[in-house]
């Protein structure tokens, strides 16, 4: 999400829900804990909204 912030460090979370196909509370919550899990779903609808898909994304992360 750091893309996604003012130069006050805030985050433009309006933003990055749009770019990424998710709801504003599940981005407030990958932002405030790092160590939280997200569903696959979660994780398909930000794939989709880069137009990679899970196969990728996971040989990109190399996991």
Request: proline share 2%; net charge neutral.
């Amino acid at each position: 999400m750091c893309k996604y912030t003012y130069p006050d460090g805030s985050y433009k979370y309006t933003e990055f829900v749009k770019d990424h196909y998710i709801d504003e509370k599940i981005a407030r919550k990958i932002a405030s804990d790092k160590n939280s899990a997200m569903s696959t779903e979660t994780l398909e609808n930000m794939c989709e909204a880069r137009n990679i898909t899970l196969e990728q994304f996971f040989a990109a992360i190399k996991r």
